[in-house]
């Protein structure tokens, strides 16, 4: 899974698992809202998407679009189906799970799911990336 269960702590930093590893600090739980996501540039060069769902949770996938090649998943409408918190792509619209990052309309195509964590005065476990893609 890549996200933080249960409400998010007020205080402390969101990180997330890069894929050399590493943890890298993103923002303030309380720079997230439900319903909205957050670009973050990897030291990699490339994007993550981070977002916190109505349930309190926070996820973290790769910002491209695999189908346009654009950087804004980011900036998708979130939602859920059959129990699975979803960002759609505001370009093409299709549906990508928050916790594995696969592409609920295509099931070939996926983006990377990241790990993530809250660190700070209460500590949270990290939970582990989905599949690395």
Known sequence: MAAVAGAHPKTGT???????????????PDDL?????VAALLPDGSQAALFLD???RIHAIGNRDPFTGAQVLSRGLTGSAAGRPFVAS???????????????????????????RVRGPERKAARGAGRAR
């Open 54 to 56: 109505r349930a309190g």
């Open 33 to 37: 809202t439900p319903g909205r996501g």
């Open 90 to 116: 505001p370009l093409l619209k299709q549906r990508f799970d928050l916790t594995t990052g696969d592409c609920l309309d295509d099931p070939e195509v996926s983006v990377p799911a990241y790990g993530v």
């Open 14 to 28: 969101v990180e997330i698992r890069c894929p050399d590893g590493g943890w890298l600090a993103v923002c303030g």
